[in-house]
């Protein structure tokens, strides 16, 4: 039987912790890992990911983005560095393919 | 589960559609619970990240006749623990989201004020539970899980979730104590 201190807890913790619904960065970031190469994955961090689906997903909802952009675009000066030792041909197959990925996974293609 | 059990197994079939169905039924619900657990947006974010790319790699570990929620939440809870561990300090206040919640568009500034009260007095309360307690108040009150399911998520015995129920509410109880009655009434 509910007591006086389980209706507040019910009553309040909804409220306290909201439904929200997680940044589009969050799916962004699971694809951009899921879809990159084993050897990309364990070059990059998920800290990595989240940036760079951050900026990805910015770009594309001002419309600017280009799957033929360099990695740079996307990436933080560490990050940057990290993707040198795949060297810059790689960086840029897997920037598009990852790009393009995320691109047609995402329902109607929608941001 | 049955529609959950059908798209885990069009997964495993190949299906990856299926997967962001999955990411799409219960995104929110595991993202409550890390929000909850982290009181930091951008670290429940990376752990729904993270639960995510685990089931991705585990679902096929799965045994489909166990609900897919609880699953994924022991899966949130772990990752939680981890972050918490790294964590010197906790999070300082709850005040922004508090002000979002209760400046609702059909509140009057009393109300505001009154509910605002109300829910610093919970919020204060449940700061000064230990982890383990406010996860089983969490996954409880917020989730709605049987204790049973609790004890599945959190990996340890159900005698276990129930004295931490215990003593959580224990303590509510003396924090909240006399306020608990007016506080009701004002409901």
Known sequence: MEDDLDLILRWTIKDLYPDVEPSPRVWLGIW???????????????????????????????????????????????????????????????????????????????? | MSQDRELVLQFLAGEEAAFAALYEKYKRSLFRTALAITEDQGAAEEILQDCFLRAYSRLSKLDLSQPLGPWLHRIVVNLSYTWAGKRRFWPLSLEEVVDWLV????????????????????EEALRSLNLSQRLVVILFYLQGFTLGEIAYILNCPLGTVKSRLYHARRILRDKLGPALAPLRESM
Not at chain 1, 37 to 56: C, D, I, M, Q
Not at chain 1, 65 to 80: L, Q
Not at chain 1, 86 to 102: A, D, F, R
Not at chain 2, 103 to 122: F, M, N, T, Y
């Open chain 1, 32 to 111: 951009s890992r899921l879809n990159a190469s084993p050897r990309l994955v364990a070059k990059t961090s998920r800290a990595w990911t989240t940036r760079w689906a951050g900026a990805f997903y910015r770009h594309l909802e001002e419309g600017v983005w280009r799957p033929d952009w360099p990695v740079e675009r996307y990436a933080s000066p560490r990050a940057i560095l990290e993707m040198k030792h795949l060297g810059p041909l790689y960086q840029q197959k897997q920037t598009i393919l990852v790009g393009w990925s995320l691109y047609r996974a995402l329902p109607n293609h929608s941001f």
């Open chain 2, 103 to 122: 400046a609702g568009p059909h509140a009057s500034p009393e109300q505001a004020l009154e509910e605002r009260e109300i829910k610093r007095r919970v």
